[in-house]
């Protein structure tokens, strides 16, 4: 007897896109223009945020990874008193757009396949909603998802399980036959506090490991996700 399967909802970035491939450029494009290209001021302001100029890496605790555009912010306001935080993220979102995806694997036929076998899909990021669609619009797959939340789409952030109860809620999905798929910590607890199973992935900064500790499943991309789904006997073809 197969188990049920009838939703996946992926976080974004470090998920579907690689993240040090895909944020490297924005830290990198971002903190240079507010710091009016000071080199100094780019790298104590990268510190802050858990990225590092020099060698273009995150840490694994840097609040990009799993922040919201506010909280990533309000760690930087204090040391730029001629911007107002609002102008802030409003400048982050637009870098945000404007950045080159690397997907972590081919999108497209994967995300068909899930179609296919009548599974829907959603994306919940911590990211803002307008360049979380430019993104997937980018990657031409945005007419693949079935719901697309970010952090400013009213139901709260990651390790919260609004977004994800809002996907449930949208299509009359019963929780415990949805995936919640992300490269974080805040991902696999929000699934688990909305009552989901959970995949771990390792496109992200967190090691194996470190997401051993919050879900049974840990894959090195989102493409290793239908055999892994065969293999344990879902309704997946």
Same mark, same amino acid.
């Given at each position: 007897?197969?188990?049920?399967?009838?939703?996946?909802?992926?976080?974004?970035?470090?998920?579907?896109?690689?993240?040090?491939?895909?944020?490297?450029?924005?830290?990198?494009?971002?903190?240079?223009?507010?710091?009016?290209?000071?080199?100094?001021?780019?790298?104590?302001?990268?510190?802050?945020?858990?990225?590092?100029?020099?060698?273009?890496?995150?840490?694994?605790?840097?609040?990009?990874?799993?922040?919201?555009?506010?909280?990533?912010?309000?760690?930087?306001?204090?040391?730029?008193?001629?911007?107002?935080?609002?102008?802030?993220?409003?400048?982050?979102?637009?870098?945000?757009?404007?950045?080159?995806?690397?997907?972590?694997?081919?999108?497209?036929?994967?995300?068909?396949? &899930?179609?296919?076998?009548?599974?829907?899909? #959603?994306?919940?990021?911590?990211?803002?909603?307008?360049?979380? /669609?430019?993104?997937?619009?980018?990657?031409?797959?945005?007419?693949?998802?079935?719901?697309?939340?970010?952090?400013?789409?009213?139901? #709260?952030?990651?390790? #919260?399980?609004?977004?994800?109860?809002?996907?449930?809620?949208?299509?009359? /999905?019963?929780?415990?036959?949805? &995936?919640?798929? #992300?490269?974080?910590?805040?991902?696999?607890?929000?699934?688990?506090?909305?009552?989901?199973?959970?995949?771990?992935?390792?496109?992200?900064?967190?090691?194996?490991?470190?997401?051993?500790?919050?879900?049974?499943?840990?894959?090195?991309?989102?493409?290793?996700?239908?055999?892994?789904?065969?293999?344990?006997?879902?309704?997946?073809?």
């Amino acid at each position: 007897m197969s188990m049920e399967l009838t939703g996946i909802i992926f976080d974004k970035d470090g998920t579907l896109f690689d993240f040090n491939q895909t944020w490297g450029k924005w830290a990198e494009t971002f903190l240079t223009h507010i710091s009016e290209n000071n080199v100094n001021k780019a790298t104590r302001l990268g510190t802050l945020i858990g990225y590092d100029l020099f060698y273009n890496s995150f840490n694994e605790h840097s609040i990009v990874i799993a922040g919201t555009p506010y909280e990533i912010a309000q760690k930087l306001i204090k040391e730029l008193p001629d911007w107002d935080i609002n102008n802030l993220i409003k400048y982050m979102n637009d870098v945000t757009e404007s950045v080159e995806t690397k997907a972590a694997a081919p999108l497209k036929p994967l995300l068909k396949r &899930f179609k296919d076998n009548n599974i829907r899909l #959603g994306v919940a990021t911590n990211d803002g909603i307008y360049p979380a /669609l430019a993104h997937l619009k980018s990657a031409n797959v945005l007419d693949l998802f079935d719901l697309v939340i970010g952090s400013d789409s009213g139901f #709260g952030s990651k390790p #919260g399980e609004g977004m994800l109860l809002e996907f449930c809620k949208r299509f009359n /999905l019963d929780s415990s036959n949805v &995936f919640m798929v #992300g490269d974080s910590i805040h991902d696999l607890l929000a699934g688990k506090a909305a009552n989901m199973r959970t995949i771990g992935v390792l496109t992200g900064i967190a090691k194996r490991d470190e997401l051993m500790k919050y879900t049974n499943i840990v894959l090195n991309h989102i493409g290793e996700i239908p055999d892994f789904l065969i293999n344990n006997k879902f309704n997946f073809s």
